[in-house]
């Protein structure tokens, strides 16, 4: 997991993959529609999505085997818990979608940490995450983007 400022994400991308997503992330702008974008073939895309946080325990644990996700607030806060994804039992997995959810069986978060506007929090494959989480428990509405990057690439 990397946890760092949105305006340095550009040097964690792969080289070849950089202007591609320097010029979504310059597009970025809180009234962007949801839905699916284009940034590179399917090696790199992103999505913008919306909804209200929730309580930790109403949260569901996910991971994928193909795409790191790069997940970001537009706007509102949003806490992501991530965990080791070895040590978790896996529930349901969708290859066609590169989805699959988990289940803690009691294992603590290895990190949390609160994607406010202007921050980023990079998830590899063999990383669980739990969005959505509710960092002040107001479960206040979060915009949000998901830049979705190979692993293959990093």
């Given at each position: 997991?990397?946890?760092?400022?949105?305006?340095?994400?550009?040097?964690?991308?792969?080289?070849?993959?950089?202007?591609?997503?320097?010029?979504?992330?310059?597009?970025?702008?809180?009234?962007?529609?949801?839905?699916?974008?284009?940034?590179?073939?399917?090696?790199?895309?992103?999505?913008?999505?919306?909804?209200?946080?929730?309580?930790?325990?109403?949260?569901?644990?996910?991971?994928?085997?193909?795409?790191c996700d790069i997940q970001?607030?537009?706007?509102?806060?949003?806490?992501?818990?991530?965990?080791?994804?070895?040590?978790?039992?896996?529930?349901?997995?969708?290859?066609?979608?590169?989805?699959?959810?988990?289940?803690?069986?009691?294992?603590?978060?290895?990190?949390?940490?609160?994607?406010?506007?202007?921050?980023?929090?990079?998830?590899?494959?063999?990383?669980?995450?739990?969005?959505?989480?509710?960092p002040d428990g107001t479960?206040?509405?979060?915009?949000?983007?998901?830049?979705?990057?190979?692993?293959?690439?990093?």
């Open positions: 997991m990397i946890h760092d400022k949105l305006e340095n994400l550009i040097r964690y991308i792969p080289a070849g993959k950089r202007a591609a997503v320097q010029d979504f992330l310059e597009k970025l702008s809180e009234d962007m529609e949801e839905g699916t974008y284009g940034i590179d073939g399917s090696d790199v895309y992103a999505k913008i999505m919306s909804y209200p946080t929730k309580e930790r325990e109403r949260c569901a644990i996910e991971a994928h085997d193909l795409y970001f607030s537009l706007t509102g806060e949003e806490g992501i818990s991530v965990y080791p994804r070895e040590l978790l039992i896996q529930r349901t997995r969708d290859p066609e979608t590169d989805f699959m959810t988990l289940e803690s069986g009691g294992i603590m978060p290895a990190a949390t940490v609160c994607n406010r506007k202007g921050y980023f929090t990079l998830i590899h494959p063999w990383e669980a995450h739990r969005p959505q989480e509710s479960c206040a509405a979060v915009k949000k983007g998901v830049i979705k990057i190979k692993e293959s690439l990093l």
